[in-house]
């Protein structure tokens, strides 16, 4: 039985044209929302052991994202998806690209 060659079809590529100009602004809004987000991510920490308290003795679980406070100071984890929601071109759309804000986010 005779086979027939098949033309080689190209790899897809994960770091694209659009990725690299996708890139240097996800390092923005990565850094940007690090730096806007530090004081809720210092304030949520006590937060938390409070929360774990009230809830210990008989009162009400209020996650810190849904508090006066997390509205007043959010974390730098809600501003970053807030700012993805407001601006999808900013939501990581391959491994590369997730693995850069990563990068990003933890250097900050």
Do not use: C, W
């Not at 659009?18 to 809720?40: D, M, N, V, Y």
């Not at 009400?60 to 406070?69: D, G, H, K, R």
């Amino acid at each position: 039985m005779p086979y027939k060659i098949l033309p080689e079809q190209p790899k897809p590529n994960s770091l694209n044209a659009e990725s690299i100009h996708r890139l240097p602004a996800q390092a923005l809004k990565s850094a940007t929302s690090s730096f806007a987000g530090f004081p809720g991510d210092i304030v949520s920490l006590p937060y938390a052991g409070a929360n774990k308290l009230v809830t210990a003795l008989g009162g009400e679980n209020v996650p810190y994202e849904q508090s006066f406070l997390g509205k007043a100071l959010p974390t730098s984890e809600t501003l970053s998806k807030g700012i993805e929601q407001d601006v999808p071109y900013l939501k990581p759309k391959n491994k590369v690209e997730q693995f850069v804000g990563d990068v990003a986010g933890d250097a900050t």
